[in-house]
Nanobody
Framework: QVQLVESGGGLVQTGGSLRLSCAAS????????MAWYRQAPGKQRELVAR???????NYVDSVKGRFTISRDNARNTVDLQMNNLKPEDTAVYYC??????????WGQGSQVTVSS
């Protein structure tokens, strides 16, 4: 079993920055992909950024050039640096981890609110 604990998030004005962090504990040796998802009110949860254990990274088009995902396999953490935030980035952000036996794990969710 894997537990994911998130920190960060909050309220920021348009153009501001926030950083989300996620720390994994438990059977962390089996983790493959780690990622950040978000869910805005009335919308489906969407993938924001994903990083594989080997470091391959993908971003959703709407955050390219503004968000940076980073992973530290030694510390078992994954962070999301969010710059030039826009009101449409307002959502609950969830840390995600998958393992090599197809199990998935989620963090508790962190509110990010961007005011215009």
């Amino acid at each position: 079993q894997v537990q994911l604990v998130e920190s960060g998030g909050g309220l920021v004005q348009t153009g501001g920055s926030l950083r989300l962090s996620c720390a994994a504990s438990g059977r962390i040796f089996s983790l493959s992909d780690m990622a950040w998802y978000r869910q805005a009110p009335g919308k489906q949860r969407e993938l924001v950024a994903r990083v594989t254990r080997r470091g391959t990274i993908n971003y959703v088009d709407s955050v390219k050039g503004r968000f940076t995902i980073s992973r530290d396999n030694a510390r078992n953490t994954v962070d999301l640096q969010m710059n030039n935030l826009k009101p449409e980035d307002t959502a609950v952000y969830y840390c995600y981890a998958g393992d090599y036996t197809a199990n998935v794990y989620w963090g508790q969710g962190s509110q990010v609110t961007v005011s215009s």
